[in-house]
């Protein structure tokens, strides 16, 4: 993939929102988007034609992450309420709230089979709850973080685990064997390559890092964006060809990924890009971002 086909030419604003947008994604087909933010509310979109679908309503604090199942028949959704909601998607209902961490939670994944909800807490602990049992108890507690727990990552076998301890911590289900990987610097984002090799980690020294999965070596550091004080995405370009991120100036940025070479950057926002999200498919990218709006951009 050439620079020329990076997304930088704005199709649609999507406005809504009240407040910071704390986070926007892609379903899995990439045809929808779903965003979450201050206003307690999670909104459906289609980006690619700037319409607004439905609103979702129930939390009690401010939305900071949301994912939907691979079918776009479930979403689930977590927050400064503590809780983390799983919500029907037709119909807007919530079907499930699972109580259990003891502060603030910032992170939420489903499983590959849609069967499990793992979601990273304040409270330093990663917790799986399973979407098909009525019981409102974790099946799992990963609570070896010296720190907050930012951002999670699922394989099919595996947990993986970003945490402003600095480490990025991964947990084997079958084994039950835990790998920890100390970056040095308070880790607040993590997303996993396409080909599943490596993993990036966004650091709060304005640093992102990519990591070999199976050995933990530091392969390249990217450097230029400015994250010193809030949670921004990071993520790979659906063909890893390149990296990319936001920046608190309201810049977004695109790296080579071997050379780590910045090759792109322009500014996106008037804000804080709090989100980043790579169509799965296509050259198109949402972004959010603290002045309250989810842009959509192709090339």
Known sequence: MS???LPRKEVNVLKGHEGAVLAARFNADGNYCLSCGKDRTIRLWNPHRGIHIKTYKSHGREVRDVHVTSDNSKLCSCGGDRQIFYWDVATGRVIRKFRGHDGEVNAVKFNEYSSVVVSAGYDQSLRAWDCRSHSTEPMQIIDTFSDSVMSVCLTK????????????????????????DNLGQPVNCISMSNDGNCILAGCLDSTLRLLDRSTGELLQEYKGHTNKSFKLDCCLTNTDAHVTAGSEDGYIYFWDLVDASVVSRFRA??????????????????TASVDGTIRVWKT
């Open 269 to 286: 926002h008037n804000s804080v890009v709090t989100s980043v999200s790579y169509h799965p498919k296509e050259n198109c990218m949402v």
């Open 3 to 5: 620079v020329e086909d």
């Open 157 to 180: 076998t595996e947990i993986i685990g970003g945490s402003v301890d600095g480490t990025v911590r991964t947990f084997d289900i079958r084994i039950g064997r835990e790998t920890s």
